[in-house]
C-alpha cells in the first residue's frame, strides 16, 4: 500500500510532502522517507514504524529545498529497516527513486550491476532502479534524466509506478506509470506542481489533476509538464478537475468505489504479498501466524468458515492446501456453522475469512472452534478487528479500505493470503519438494503484474454489456479450482444489478441446469487452457447446440474458443493454481458495468450492508 507524494515550486517542500504522505497512511506502510533537492545536494532522511517517527526525524535533522519525494514503504523485499527504506540513492549520490510496485526481475538486474561495480545498500528490488539510470546517464544521457529514467524502466519487468529526482536536473522530477502497480496523479498548480499516488495526499494544495496510464512517463517543472509513452511518442491527457471532498477525492478519476477497486487490485495484492515472499530464496515468511513446525506437522485437519464471497474464496482455497499442504479442508458456511455439532478438535485448525473482521456469523463459528479447542486462525482485513484479535494467529489482506459492499479487491486478497498460508503449510510439513515450493513462489512474484493485464480487458468488457444488460437470467459455469469464480462471477452480477444469476459446476450441467439454457439465458462459461480446457470446450458445444448465448472466458491466443463461442474475453495466461485471482477479475467488471448499464446504485446495492453484524 505504498505511497508517493512529490513537489516541485518555490515553497518549503518537507511540510508539502510529509503532510501528504500523512493522508495516505491509511494505506498502511511499515516505513518511510523523503528527499529534498537543497542547492546541489540531495539530503535524506528515513525511519522504521509510523510517520510520526519520520517526522521527529527531520525535526531532529532538518531538511531544506523547495523540490522533493517523498514515500511510505510496505515491505516486499527486505525486512523493514532505515536501510532498506525509499528514498534509494545511486553510489554517485546523483540519483534518488522511490517506487511502488514489484521488480520481477530484480535479481538479474542486480547481478548486472554488481557486474559493472555497483555496491548495494540494501536488500531491496528498488535500488536496482536507481542503479539503471546512474548507468544510463553515464553512458550518454548524463543532462537528460527522461532519457536515462525511460531506458530504465524498459529494462523492468512487472508494474511499477517510479518518481525520480536528480541533483544533476535541479527543477525536475520525472513519473513513470508501466501497468497498475498504483495510480500516478500529477497535480497542477500555479507555478507550482505535485505528483502523488493516491489524491487525497495534494488535494488540499490542488483540485486540477492529470492521470498517467500505463507506459506513459511525465517530466514536471514547477510552472509545466510534458507526457510521452516509454516508447517516447508524446501525449496529450485530460486534466480533472476533483470535487473538494473527501469521498471524491478518493474515488479520484472513477465513477464509483467499486470501479477503483477493481483497479486496486494490482497493487492490493502486491501488498497483500509485501513483507511474507523472500524473493531470493522464494520462501514463505507468516510469523504472525504463530505456527511452529511442530504444531504444523500435528494437524490432521483444517475447517474454514466464512460467509458470501468470503466463502468462496474459501473453496479456493481448499485447492491450496490440500495439494500444497497434504491437509484434509472442509469450507463451511458461517452461518451455518455452530446450528450442529462440529468434530473438531486440538489437532484440528479453524480458519475464519472476514473482510471486515465483525461478521457476526464468522465469529460465532470462531467461538464454537475455540469452545472446541481447536487451532483458530482468521484472515481479516481490518486490522484490530474481533476475528484478528481472538485468534491464534492471522494473516491479513492488506487490500486498503474497501468501500464498496461487494467485494472485489479483498476477495482476491484473500485468495492469495491462502495461497500464501498453503505453502507455508507446506514448507513447515515438508510436503513438498524444495524444487515445487520455489516454482510456486516465483508464481506469485509474477501475479501482480499478470493482474495488472487482465485490467486492460475493461474496455472490452464495457462494450460487451451493451448487449447483455437487458437479460434476465445468466447461468455461470466454471470446472476445478475456477468452479468457485462461477459462483463469485455469479453473485457479483445479482448483488449490484438485480439479474438472476446462478454459477454451476460445468460436471453438473447436464443434472438438471441445462434445462433451462435457451436464448434468453446467457452462459458465461470460464473455459481456461488448464487440465479441464477440453471439457469446458465440451460444456460450451452443448450450450451453443441449445440455443444458449456463450460468453467464454479464455487464453490470450486461444483461437479455437473463438470458434465455439459468442463472444470471448481474454486473460493472460497464467499458472493454473492462480488462475481464479486472474479468472474474477473480468466477471467483476461485467457485474459492474452491467449494473451501471441498467441504473442500478452499484456501491450500495438494496437491502445489503457492508458487514453483516446481526444475524
Known amino acids: 500500500m505504498c505511497g508517493i507524494v512529490g513537489y516541485v515550486g518555490s515553497r ?42 519520520l517526522r521527529r526525524c527531520v525535526e531532529d535533522r532538518p531538511v531544506y529545498g523547495s523540490m522533493g519525494i517523498g514515500h511510505t514503504r510496505w515491505a516486499t523485499h527486505g525486512v523493514p529497516a532505515e536501510h532498506n527504506a525509499h528514498p534509494h540513492i545511486s553510489m554517485d549520490g ?77 527543477g525536475k522530477l520525472v513519473a513513470v506509470r508501466i501497468g497498475n502497480a498504483g495510480g500516478v496523479a500529477l497535480g497542477l498548480g500555479e507555478n507550482e506542481n505535485y505528483i502523488a499516488s493516491d489524491i487525497p495526499a495534494i488535494l488540499e494544495h490542488t483540485r486540477r489533476l492529470v492521470f498517467l496510464e500505463n507506459r506513459h512517463i511525465a517530466t514536471i517543472t514547477a510552472t509545466d509538464y510534458e507526457i510521452q ?188 493470503d491462502q495461497y500464501l498460508l498453503a505453502l507455508y503449510l507446506a514448507q513447515l510439513r515438508g510436503t513438498l519438494p524444495i524444487e515445487t515450493q520455489q516454482q510456486y513462489a516465483l508464481d506469485l512474484a509474477h501475479l501482480p503484474d499478470l493482474v495488472s493485464r487482465t485490467l486492460e480487458c475493461d474496455d472490452m468488457v464495457a462494450e460487451l454489456t451493451s448487449e447483455l444488460h437487458q437479460y434476465r437470467d445468466f447461468l455461470f459455469l466454471g470446472r476445478g479450482i475456477n468452479y468457485p469464480i462461477a459462483l463469485e462471477g455469479a453473485l457479483k452480477l445479482k448483488e449490484i444489478s438485480y439479474i438472476h444469476a446462478e454459477g454451476y459446476p460445468a460436471g453438473e450441467m447436464k443434472h438438471g441446469p441445462i434445462a433451462l439454457i435457451d436464448e434468453n439465458m446467457p452462459v458465461l462459461a470460464i473455459a481456461l487452457k488448464d487440465d479441464l480446457y477440453d471439457k469446458m470446450i465440451s460444456q460450451i458445444e452443448q450450450a451453443k447446440a441449445r440455443g444458449g448465448i456463450v460468453i467464454a472466458l479464455a487464453t490470450e491466443g486461444d483461437r479455437l474458443i473463438a470458434s465455439k463461442a459468442d463472444h470471448v474475453l481474454y486473460v493472460p495466461e497464467t499458472p493454473p493454481l492462480l488462475s481464479p485471482v486472474v479468472a474474477v477479475i473480468p466477471l467483476q467488471m461485467l457485474a459492474y458495468h452491467i449494473a451501471v448499464k441498467r441504473g442500478a446504485d452499484v456501491d450500495q446495492p438494496r437491502n445489503l450492508a457492508k458487514s453483516v453484524t446481526v444475524e
Not at 542547492?39 to 517517527?53: A, E, W, Y
Not at 526481475?105 to 532502479?129: H, W
Not at 548507468?135 to 534524466?145: D, S, V
Open 229 to 416: 509513452t516509454l516508447d517516447g511518442d508524446p501525449v496529450a491527457l485530460e486534466a480533472h478537475d476533483i470535487a473538494w471532498d473527501p469521498v471524491s477525492a478518493v474515488k479520484g478519476e472513477h465513477k464509483h468505489f467499486m470501479q477503483k477497486e477493481i483497479f486496486d487490485q494490482a497493487r492490493s495484492v502486491t501488498d497483500t504479498i509485501a513483507g511474507r515472499l523472500d524473493f531470493e530464496h522464494q520462501r514463505i515468511q507468516l510469523p504472525e501466524l504463530n505456527l511452529s513446525e511442530e504444531q504444523a506437522r500435528r494437524l490432521n485437519r483444517l475447517v474454514t468458515v466464512a460467509c458470501g464471497t468470503s466463502y468462496y474464496s474459501g473453496l479456493v482455497g481448499k485447492f491450496y492446501i490440500e495439494h500444497m499442504a497434504k491437509l484434509h479442508v472442509e469450507v463451511d458456511y458461517g452461518s451455518e456453522y455452530r446450528y450442529r455439532d462440529p468434530i473438531i478438535d486440538s489437532s484440528s485448525a479453524v480458519l475464519a475469512i472476514t473482510q471486515s473482521g465483525e461478521t457476526v456469523d464468522t465469529l460465532a463459528a470462531m467461538e464454537e472452534a475455540r469452545d472446541k479447542e481447536a487451532v483458530l486462525w482468521s484472515i481479516v482485513n481490518a486490522v484490530g478487528s474481533q476475528a484478528m484479535r481472538v485468534a491464534d494467529g492471522y494473516i491479513t489482506m492488506n487490500a486498503g479500505p474497501e468501500i464498496g459492499v461487494a467485494s472485489t479487491k479483498a476477495f482476491t486478497s484473500s485468495i492469495v
Open 94 to 170: 546523483d540519483y534518488v527513486v522511490v517506487h511502488n510496485g514489484i521488480v520481477e526481475n530484480y535479481l538479474e538486474l542486480r547481478d548486472e550491476l554488481s557486474a559493472e561495480g555497483i555496491v548495494f545498500k540494501s536488500e531491496t528490488d528498488t535500488e536496482v532502479i536507481v542503479h539503471l539510470i546512474e548507468l544510463y546517464a553515464q553512458n550518454g544521457a548524463a543532462h537528460n534524466l527522461t532519457e536515462s529514467t525511460r531506458k530504465a524502466a524498459l529494462r523492468l519487468r512487472g508494474a511499477h509506478a517510479i518518481v525520480v529526482l536528480s541533483k544533476r536536473s535541479p
Open 12 to 53: 518549503d517542500a518537507a511540510s508539502i510532502i510529509l503532510d501528504g504522505l500523512q493522508r495516505l497512511e491509511y494505506r498502511g506502510y511499515d516505513s518511510a522517507g523523503i528527499a529534498l533537492l537543497d542547492q546541489d545536494q540531495i539530503q535524506i532522511r528515513r525511519d522504521v514504524g509510523k510517520l510520526s517517527n
